[in-house]
C-alpha cells in the first residue's frame, strides 16, 4: 500500500461512519415535547412547558394494574444512549420510586422500556 493510503481509506470509513449513525436518529428538540401523549390502552402523559407533567391510566410492567401520578420532568440528552425525559415523581406517586425514565423515539412518541432485554413496555403518541 502506497503511504497515505491507508490514512485516507481511514478517514473515508470514519466519515462514512458518521454519516450513517448521525441519519439513525433524529435531533429531539425538547422545547417541542411539551404536549399530550396517549398510549393505545388509554394511558396518557401531558409534560408542560413549565416543566411539570401528569401521569393517568399508564402500565409500568406487564400485568400490573395501571396508575397515576405526577411530578417534575426534564429533558436527558445523552451521548451514549436513548435520549431520555427523567420524570421526579412527587409525593410517593409510585411508592419509594422518586423517578423513571420515559425515552424519547422522536418528537411525537415516547415509551416506557423498564426490561433492556425486553419489549417496550407502554408507547405514547403526541395527541393531534
Not at 18 to 36: I, N, Y
Not at 46 to 60: I, K, P, Q, R
Request: proline share 4%; glycine share 14%; charged share 25%.
Amino acid at each position: 500500500m502506497r503511504e497515505g493510503a491507508g490514512g485516507r481509506w481511514l478517514f473515508a470509513a470514519l466519515a462514512a461512519s458518521a454519516v450513517l449513525v448521525s441519519g439513525c436518529s433524529a435531533a429531539v428538540d425538547p422545547e417541542k415535547l411539551p404536549g399530550v401523549y396517549r398510549g393505545d390502552d388509554g394511558g396518557k402523559i401531558e409534560l408542560s412547558a413549565e416543566g411539570t407533567f401528569s401521569a393517568a391510566g399508564v402500565t409500568l410492567s406487564e400485568g400490573a394494574d395501571p396508575v397515576d401520578f405526577h411530578g417534575n420532568w426534564e429533558f436527558e440528552d445523552s451521548a451514549t444512549m436513548n435520549d431520555f425525559v427523567y420524570l421526579g415523581i412527587e409525593d410517593g406517586g409510585l411508592g419509594k420510586t422518586g423517578g423513571i425514565q420515559l425515552y424519547v423515539d422522536d418528537q411525537d412518541t415516547l415509551f416506557f422500556h423498564f426490561d433492556p432485554d425486553g419489549p417496550i413496555t407502554q408507547k405514547f403518541d403526541r395527541a393531534s
